[in-house]
């Protein structure tokens, strides 16, 4: 099929204008959006044709389709999703309104995140970033742990955590075994947009508790660690980050050789301190 007798003009194929059929040509002008556009909208569903031609394929539009393609390209200026631009256009007006709202609130917390992402990487690169932070030096004795792991994109960490703790209690308590305080998670890789881990969580514990299906029970030996404490409002990404640089920093500085994955050892839920209350404790194994 050739794009001019779909784009070229208003006219039906056997050459009879029709008001109310405008090609993907013609209505690509009106809205002043791409046909390249209008194929895609058309392809994700958001904005179908009114009439295709079923022997030619040429697509047809209704003058009455203006408003819905030009709120399309402008939830699209805001760079919303096509799949979310499908549950705004099905909505009554006052629900997509307040659904935009949503929306922008949710790219403005992520903005704000990114902007302190770029301020903690000029403080790191201008190596002024971790002098907040105060590192110790301890070993950390022998514990028995029930663990959990999994790769895990970012956008599932915070679930997959979630889980892992309430099916690592559960299987405690059932086993009449006793969790003791310091729950934490062991990074084994980087998690964010190109990385998945591993993450492992872990809970030590004192008494019995049968390894099950993906649960593994095992004794951590005893070892030296250099660890940092983390407040409610430096645990908040990306200010954590700077409490990791601290103690890699100070791990080189001793002339250390790192040991093992970096963990986070939580004492409380984040959400039920206050912002200068300690959260964590960013603790990476080292020997030397």
Known sequence: MSDHGETGTAAHPTGRAEADRWTIGVFAREVRLS???????????????????????????HPDQRA?????????????????????????????????????????????VKRQLAQYLQR???GTGDTMFEVHDHVRPAQQVAALSANVPIAGLEGFLREARVHLFDALRGAGAH???????????????DSDGPVELCVPFEGHLQPAGQLVVRTDAAGRELYTTVTRRQWAFPGILEAYDAVATAIQRQGLQMAGAPR?????????????????????????
């Open 35 to 61: 046909i390249k556009a209008l194929r895609l909208y058309d392809a994700a569903g958001l904005l179908v044709p009114r009439v295709r031609d079923p022997h030619s394929g040429y697509r047809f539009y």
């Open 68 to 112: 819905r393609a030009q709120l399309i390209a402008l939830l699209r200026q805001l760079d919303m999703p096509l799949g979310q631009i499908a549950d705004v256009l099905d909505l009554p007006a006052g629900q997509a309104a307040a659904r935009i709202g949503r929306y922008w609130q949710q790219v403005e917390r992520e903005q704000a």
């Open 124 to 126: 790191h690169l201008e």
């Open 179 to 193: 969790a003791d305080h310091g729950w934490f998670v062991v990074f084994h890789g980087q998690v964010n947009e």
């Open 264 to 288: 986070e050892v939580y004492w409380t839920e984040p959400d039920r301190v206050d912002e200068d209350e300690r959260v964590c404790t960013i603790a990476w194994p080292v020997q030397g």
